[in-house]
């Protein structure tokens, strides 16, 4: 199989996102009062998988609308979102790396797509489902949907960037896969699986991609970077943090699994635009 990433995007965040090691006041003070100078530029990546049931792209990134120039544009991002969580992203899209316009340019349109997998709901990996309609099928787990429509997630989760689009609504299902063990097989074969990472969001799930012996993991915001796992610091707006190391700690021992070609998380600085082949 093959991966293809795609930068959708990013995001303009204090350090405190990435590496805040647990939500507080003072966090959330930092995030949304920090200038232009106190942020770190964070990109938004989602992932293309071409599976032998077709290509599947995993979370969606920021929508034009957002940026409809290519740039940060405080009004436009404010039309979207809810003022706060504009002025807390600084969501910025350059010409071409809008969802649409890079599958187009794969020659892809969002009818060919046999599924998108949303890890969450989240803005930054769910504003762009506005551009795949006619995609044949979008998965977001129950408990990801259950949750953001009933507690405080619906502050950073719109309902007006996903609440009316057609979604499959699967369950979790025991699995010996994850922290807490539970998974979502796609396609009934296990060569893709969602896989339950909470702490973040309680419903987030990774990706798993099995092709043979081999296997790639994709951790949504489970992780922003290695770093998380290699010293266990939890980014910083979770809102379970046992959940969080306990995600951490499994990830760890999935990138050290030697049938691991790699594990990607969704705003990693590290990673280039590229395809991977495994």
């Known amino acids: ?134 995609a044949e099928r979008v998965i977001l787990p129950e408990d990801e949907y259950f949750w953001a429509c009933r507690t405080v997630y619906k502050a950073r989760q719109p309902w007006s960037l996903w609440m009316d689009f057609p979604m499959e609504r699967p369950y979790y299902r025991a699995s010996p896969l994850g922290p807490n063990h539970w998974a979502i097989d796609v396609f009934g074969d296990e060569s893709l699986l969602m896989v339950n990472v909470p702490g973040h969001t309680d419903g987030q799930a990774a990706v798993l991609i099995r092709d043979g012996k081999g296997f790639v993991l994709l951790a949504a915001d489970a992780a922003f970077s290695p770093r998380n796992w290699r010293e266990e610091i939890t980014p910083g707006f979770g809102f379970d943090r046992q959940r969080q190391l306990a995600s951490l700690r499994w990830l760890r021992q999935m990138a050290e699994d030697p049938a691991c070609a790699g594990v990607f998380c969704s705003h990693d600085p590290a990673l280039k635009p590229g395809t991977l082949v495994f």
């Open 1 to 134: 199989m093959k991966l293809h990433l795609l930068r959708c995007g990013s995001m303009s965040v204090s350090p405190a996102v990435p590496y805040g090691n647990r939500i507080s006041l003072r966090n959330t003070a930092r995030q949304l009062l920090a200038d232009a100078s106190h942020r770190v530029e964070l990109p938004v990546w989602t992932f293309l998988i071409e599976h032998p049931r077709g290509p599947v792209l995993v979370d969606t990134g920021w929508c034009r609308e957002l940026s409809p120039n290519g740039v940060y544009d405080a009004g436009a991002a404010a039309s979207v979102l809810p003022g706060y969580l504009a002025a807390f992203y600084r969501p910025v899209l350059p010409k071409g790396e809008a969802i649409h316009e890079q599958l187009a340019a794969l020659g892809l349109s969002p009818a060919d797509l046999a599924a998108v997998l949303l890890t969450h709901l989240d803005p930054d990996h769910v504003a762009g489902l506005r551009h795949l309609g006619g």
